[in-house]
């Protein structure tokens, strides 16, 4: 099932279980349907859907989901303004800034700051995302990494 596919070691806990999840521009951007090369969509969509209530994100996030949706046309444009409505957020906090610094040293800013979100906020256990980087640096952070569609441990090899 679900709850420890695609799961990383993070905080004595696997998926979803228990904990919100924090899903930044890479799992987001699995609701609309016509992106190029993200084979995990369908996989991303059932397990978001059933694991509706424990998923947060950013404003950050949702700008680059609609950035995406825009690209793809009034049906994306659409799907994008109704997963970020839904979707609750979270605000970057000092300690989010304070590991995203320290993050920036091996990812971008972006993806720093998603890492830096998800390790800050203390609901937050486990970050849902397809960059293997991102993964790798949310898992030293003892976050469980979630991946609907791939297997565990999957940016390890």
């Known amino acids: 099932g679900l709850d420890r596919e695609g799961a990383g070691g993070g905080r004595g806990r696997y998926g979803w279980s228990g904990m919100r999840a924090y899903v930044g521009g890479a799992g987001l951007r699995r609701y609309l349907t016509g992106v190029r090369g993200l084979t995990e969509a369908a996989a991303w969509q059932e397990g978001a859907d059933e694991h509706r209530g424990a998923l947060v994100t950013t404003p950050m996030s949702g700008t680059e989901l609609r950035r995406v949706g ?20 979270v605000r970057f906090s000092d300690q989010t ?51 609907p569609g791939r297997p565990i441990h999957w940016w390890l090899g």
Not at 84 to 89: A, G, I, R, S, T
Not at 102 to 114: K, N, Q, T, Y
Request: no cysteine; hydrophobic share 55%; proline share 7%.
């Open 70 to 89: 825009d690209l793809l046309g009034p049906e994306a444009r659409e799907r994008a303004r109704q997963v970020e409505l839904e979707m609750p957020q």
């Open 97 to 147: 800034l304070k590991v995203a610094a320290m993050a920036a040293s091996v990812l971008g800013p972006f993806a720093a700051l998603h890492v830096g979100t998800a390790v800050a906020h203390p609901d937050v256990g486990a970050i849902a995302t397809y960059d293997p980087l991102v993964a790798r640096v949310a898992a030293l952070y003892q976050l469980s990494v979630i991946s």
